[in-house]
């Protein structure tokens, strides 16, 4: 800490964190799509000028571990030489290094005093970019027919935006008005956050901050490094899969291996599954996002995510494989690999980390994409939510009923809001009865959601988990499947977890997510939780007797016959 | 003679601030307060106020209360046993919430329990459409079966929350209605009554702490009201809302959510009063305690207030209004930015070798070193102990004197020596990572909201506010702050400045290119006088009500609403402005406008005020000369370097009119005042200290 005063060090820490968060805060109140206003589906973050993550505004891990890698690439492409005071690059390709093409990033330079002194991103779910399908999900072939792909181009020059490249874009995407809007608050956000850099520059003059930036990063490397050396060294392997790809019902398989060491850790996914030409290819950035995820998860809590942090993170992910996909890959539904190989990691390092790590969860994004014509009015509404799942159990605790599991922690879109928005109705939201992974600890329940259409409509769904639901671990069982169905005049069809389908006036989706995985064996379970379930009717009598062996005698529980029940085994 | 008295019960102690309403002199007492059933210290503190004032209990006027009851009813589970009425469907709105982690990386994170359980939540047969249009008609027989279930589980309270209900309350009335007649005596919350407002979680959330602590909140207060009776006290019961303004027991009693951030409201009321006295309506106020520092932005008189709030829950998870965690309330609350940074937060040096303050805090016990009751982690107080702020002999007044080489040896063991720093340069670490921390916060409420500090004046208690306020409009560059008489009580003298008040609201969707200015003008009517019915109810006069109208506009496609004031009446000139008015208010708060974009009305608020006559401020003597210091000492200052000698001053010796430069020390009972070089201090006729940047 030579050359750096402590006192100046924790003061500046602290207003870069408060700059990303004040940009979080500019960004939510002033977009128009549920997805990014109520459900902050979006991160923002601040880069030095060698374009190392710095401080970061907490929203969804998903994103900030990719936005790691999107921006430095996206300003090195574009040459930061040609980035001026007032400029902001936006870009939403995959390749060589981004995420899906719903997640759009702006990047704008910092400058001081004539110098740069980095950059402030954010990065947004945008409901529609174009594409073969409302809300740009859907099974496709290849990447172009996923939406716009944006390199990084100028969408605002000097302060003014560059209406030739809005335009264009917007041209590419059904919604114009709704992500006109949320392009606007974008911009606006990373004003907010270059305005709040330069404030600290004033401030503390640019030598102080630059030297305490770089003295951050080594600080928190120190504090990771200290972490590293008490975690229990040693290799962890497991393997795990993807339902399917949505064109074959080959499942994806998924193996990984992650190495904890005193100097990094080493996440290797050589053994899975070669890329599809379906939508569930990670890119590289998406899965160096898990990787980064569950490391963060191990660690003490207080630690600052930025460069010092990321790079003990070190990833090997065979290109070709759904974990690193190639140009031109479709990898709209890359999330839902990313997501469940957090959970293959998370079962990798549970014998060395019981009490920390849960059972099975969600593991997928689960998303549902629809979009209404109205050709009188010359608009295309489109709409995006993604759906909770049940979270595994853990050691001494249930897994929660319906909740965002790992990176993901998207709000759910209000019925009301969705309704007075959107043109559909909501007809049912609840709890999935009976779909708990049993366990002394249970899964988590599912949750269904039901939306019934008044208009036609291009309905996807792009999920998974309706094959064989999250395991169970150390005796628990595995959480039941999800279904997504569709009711047409009062009949009820299974739907595959990837597809899209044109609805007719009256047709409803159900959707129907899975529960968690137990953790334990269920017949070991407290008698008095499974009492409370039953009353509650979270899970039936039947299963109480059946699979937790537990009997009642009216409202209580009837020990002895209990007893007997478990006995026989 | 007549009185009148605020009572404010905190966690450790109930203080109790008695009035004159003719001379304006303030007698206060302080107790410990009484969690096992709070009315004692209640009346403990009523007493000894009324014998230090030399008053009989009959010559009070009224009584107001701030009370932290409805909060830590939830926060300890104390709820009653209520149910729920939804729309079928959606029993689970209470399970699922807003299915995120209060915590993004923590595993084994739990979600806040419903407040009422799955098997006392039921639903009634209806639906609402967006528009209030009815889908289908509410079945009779369905609210009669749902409240069979409700008598079964023996429930004390229900909470009803129908979907669009905010838009259309005839289901939720005619719900409210039979559930009155199915279950008599068990009071009945209905979402359309307590916050109609659209996105059905938050609102049922709302209602549902409406409902647990209603019954809680009605036995404390019928028991302090008969209470009082006995003492022989005739005023009537006033409670302190979350918004600002006070409301009647009996309408306490009836929307409890109204209260649950009554006391912290009272500071920022003390202040938003103070700078009308003085002639600046724009202030920010800042309160620093023990544990936690609040800033709250008054402009214009009146203090922000915001709906997005959680009770029950931890910061940290979100930021601003964003937390994840807890119960989230949408009734108007007082809008603070609270932090971990009081006189008692911990100073640390991590694992990666920086120093910390805070969250972690010493409390009252042990506390910080100094106090010498075997506190062994260095504070905050113990660094200004160290630096020369603090007079180790005149703590509290000499009620407590001060461990100084206590202090010094655990910042030089625990802070100084593992970073290398000499102990007073750790000293003036930890006050500046404090004040910087505090800074940080004055910044979200202002700088974010769109508003400059700079043009606000900085008001400063509680007990270690005028320590470190100086630096803070320093570091802000505030040129002039305001630190009231008393500081560490100055918020109790809220409870006794401010107004009776009723927020209202309705929805009314329209297109701002659609807008009949005489429908909006009927609404807002309808609304004033509902609001005047019920504050002439509790005895005020015509005269004293008044009422604000505001409406609430935001672009066609976004959720967070903006709020202007507008004229009575609402006309047709006032609605050819509201355009211009509401472009320039975006780019103020966000920073971009959009003109060319629709703008829609969503909703219509009046505020009724019940004026009460204010109590004439206290008169200082004029001061005789200059001010003599009672004594100097060496106090550090990092502008400087060093130690300077430093005049301490005796606050109670200073008269009106008196002029002082800095570096100077004010000392009084329950507070320190730090003047920084560069400022002058000016002492007012009702004996504030206004210290001001001097010109250079």
């Not at chain 2, 209260?259 to 724009?282: C, N, Q, W």
């Amino acid at each position: 800490m030579a050359a750096v005063d402590p006192i100046a060090f924790e003061v500046i820490r602290n207003a870069l964190v408060a700059a990303t968060d004040e940009m979080v805060l500019a960004l939510k109140r002033s977009a128009y799509s549920t997805n990014i206003k109520t459900r902050s589906d979006f991160s923002c973050a601040f880069f030095d000028a060698e374009l190392r993550p710095v401080a970061q505004g907490f929203n969804q891990p998903v994103h900030l571990g990719s936005m790691v890698e999107q921006v430095p690439k996206a300003v090195l492409s574009y040459g930061p030489e040609s980035l001026a005071p007032g400029d902001v690059l936006v870009t939403n390709d995959p390749y060589p290094s981004g995420v899906h093409l719903n997640d759009v990033s702006l990047i704008s330079p910092v400058h001081a005093e004539g110098e740069l002194v980095g950059y402030v991103a954010n990065l947004a779910h945008h409901v529609d970019v174009g594409g073969g399908a409302p809300a740009s999900i859907g099974a496709f072939r290849e990447v172009f027919q996923e939406g716009v792909i944006i390199p990084p181009v100028k969408l605002v020059e000097g302060g003014v935006v560059v209406d030739d490249v809005f335009r264009l874009i917007l041209a590419q995407i059904r919604s114009k008005h709704e992500t006109g809007g949320d392009f606007r608050a974008q911009i606006a956000a990373n004003a907010t956050g270059v305005r709040r850099v330069q404030a600290l520059v004033a401030r503390h003059g640019r030598e102080r901050l630059l030297a305490t930036m770089e003295e951050l990063l080594d600080y928190t490397e120190r504090r990771t490094l200290a972490e590293l050396a008490r975690l229990p060294h040693g290799v962890y392997e497991a393997e795990g899969s993807v339902d399917n790809d949505g064109y074959t019902d080959e499942p994806v398989g998924l193996r990984v291996r992650v190495e904890l060491g005193p100097d990094g850790v080493r996440f290797d996914t050589t053994g899975c599954a070669a890329q599809r030409r379906a939508p569930v290819n990670s890119t590289w950035a998406m899965t160096f996002s898990a990787a980064a995820y569950v490391l963060k998860c191990l660690v003490d809590p207080d630690l600052p995510v930025n460069d010092g942090f990321y790079r003990l993170v070190h990833l090997h992910a065979p290109a070709g494989t759904v974990t690193n996909c190639t140009w031109p890959a479709p990898v709209v539904g890359g999330w839902e690999t990313q997501t469940r190989l957090v959970d293959v990691m998370f079962r990798a390092l549970l014998p060395a980390f019981p009490e920390r790590l849960p059972a099975g969860t969600k593991a997928m994004m689960c998303q549902a994409g629809f979009g209404s014509l109205d050709v009188a009015a010359g608009s295309y509404i489109c709409f995006y939510d993604t759906f909770a799942g049940g979270y595994g159990g853990r050691d001494g605790l249930d897994g929660p009923d319906a909740v965002q599991a790992h990176g993901q922690n998207t709000e759910n879109a209000p019925v009301e809001e969705t309704e007075l928005n959107y043109p559909v109705r909501i007809e049912r939201l609840a709890l999935v009865e009976d779909s708990d992974g049993a366990g002394r600890f249970r899964g988590g329940l599912g949750l269904r959601k039901d939306y019934v259409f008044d208009l036609h409509t291009t309905f996807t769904v792009l999920a998974d988990r309706d094959r064989s639901g999250p395991w169970g671990v150390l005796g628990g069982r595995a959480g039941r499947r999800a279904e997504y169905v569709l009711v047409r005049d009062g009949a009820e069809t299974r739907l595959g977890s990837k597809c899209t389908l044109e609805l007719v006036p009256g047709d409803v989706i159900s959707v129907r997510t899975c529960g968690g995985g137990g953790y334990g064996p269920p017949e070991e379970r407290d008698p008095e939780r499974v009492l409370r379930d039953v009353l509650e009717g979270k899970v039936s009598a039947e299963r109480a007797h059946d699979v937790y062996r537990v009997a009642f005698a009216g409202h209580k529980v009837d020990r002895a016959a209990t007893g007997a029940l478990r006995e026989a085994g | 003679m007549s009185v009148r008295v605020a009572i404010d019960i905190g966690g450790t102690f109930t203080d109790a601030t008695l009035i004159d309403e003719s001379s304006g002199a303030v007698s206060i007492a302080k107790v410990l307060s009484t969690p096992a059933d709070p009315s004692e210290g209640f009346m403990r503190a009523l007493e000894r106020a009324l014998v230090e004032g030399g008053v009989e209990a009959r010559a009070t006027n009224f009584v107001v209360h701030a009370t932290t009851v409805a909060t830590n009813a939830i926060i300890e589970g104390r709820i009653a046993r209520s149910g729920f009425v939804t729309t079928d469907g959606f029993r689970d709105l209470l399970e699922i919430a807003r299915q995120v982690r209060p915590s993004l990386y923590d595993t084994r994170f739990e979600k806040p329990p419903p407040l009422v359980p799955r098997d006392r939540a039921v639903v009634v047969r209806e639906r609402l459409g967006p528009d209030g249009g009815v889908l289908v008609p509410l079945e009779d027989d369905s609210v009669r079966a749902a409240a069979a279930v409700l008598r079964e589980q023996e429930v004390e309270s229900v909470a009803v929350c129908l979907l669009h209900a905010y838009v259309n309350a005839g289901h939720e009335q005619r719900v409210g209605a039979i559930l009155a007649e199915e279950l008599p005596g068990v009071p009945i919350s209905l979402s359309s009554e307590v916050a109609p407002e659209f996105r059905e979680y938050l609102r049922a959330s709302t209602t549902v702490i409406n409902a647990v602590i209603r019954p809680i909140v009605g036995r404390y207060l019928e028991r302090l009201e008969s209470r009082l009776e006995e003492a022989g006290v005739r005023g009537k019961l006033l409670v302190m809302q979350s918004s600002g303004g006070i409301f009647s027991s009996e309408a306490a009693a009836r929307r409890p959510v109204f209260m649950v951030e009554s006391g912290p409201a009272a500071g920022v009321i003390a202040s938003a009063h103070l700078g009308t006295t003085v002639g600046r309506r724009d202030v920010l106020s800042f309160d620093m305690g023990g544990t936690t520092a609040k800033v709250g932005l008054i402009q214009d008189g009146r203090p922000t207030v915001t709906k997005d709030y959680t009770v029950g829950g931890h910061a940290g998870a979100g930021v601003g209004g964003m937390s994840l965690s807890g119960y989230p309330v949408r009734t108007p609350v007082v809008d603070l930015v609270e932090i971990g940074a009081g006189g008692g937060s911990i100073a640390w040096v991590d694992s990666g070798g920086l120093l910390r303050v805070g969250p972690q805090s010493a409390g009252a016990d042990p506390g910080p070193v100094c106090y010498g009751r075997g506190g062994e982690q260095p504070t905050v107080t113990d660094a200004n102990v160290v630096l020369g702020r603090l007079n180790p002999a005149y703590f509290l007044g000499g009620e407590l004197e001060l461990d100084v080489e206590g202090a010094r040896r655990a910042i030089e063991e625990r802070c100084a020596g593992p970073l290398g720093l000499t102990t007073t340069e750790a000293a003036n670490g930890i006050v500046e990572i404090a004040n910087a921390a505090m800074v940080n916060a004055l910044h979200l409420i202002s700088v974010q909201r769109g508003y400059d500090p700079r043009d606000f004046l900085l008001v400063a208690f509680g007990g270690a506010g005028p320590l470190h306020a100086n630096a803070l409009a320093r570091e802000a560059q505030m040129p002039a702050l305001l630190v009231p008489p008393s500081p560490g009580i100055f918020s109790a003298t809220g409870l006794l400045t401010t107004d009776l008040k009723r927020d209202a609201a309705t929805t009314l969707l329209r297109r701002l290119e659609e807008l009949d200015p005489a429908e909006v003008d009927r609404g807002f009517r309808e609304l004033e006088e509902a609001g005047a019915a019920e504050l002439a109810g509790e005895g005020l006069a015509a005269g004293a009500i008044s009422s604000l109208r505001q409406l609430d506009l935001r672009y066609v496609g976004q959720s967070y609403e903006l709020t202007l004031d507008v004229p009575t009446p609402f006309d047709g000139a006032a609605a050819a402005e509201l355009a211009g008015r509401f472009h320039a208010e975006h780019d103020r708060t966000y920073g971009f406008g959009a003109p060319g974009e629709p703008i829609e009305l969503v909703s219509l608020r009046v505020t009724t005020l019940g004026t009460i006559a204010k109590p004439p401020p206290r008169r200082l003597p004029d001061a005789a000369g200059a001010p003599e210091p009672r004594s100097r000492r060496p106090v550090f200052f990092a502008e400087a370097g060093d130690y300077v000698d430093c005049p301490v001053h005796d606050r109670y010796g200073l008269g009106a009119g008196a002029r002082f430069a800095g570096p100077a020390v004010v000392e009084e009972f329950d507070s320190t005042v730090v003047v920084h070089p560069g400022y002058a201090v000016s002492v007012d006729a009702a004996g504030n200290l206004l210290i001001e940047e001097e010109a250079t």
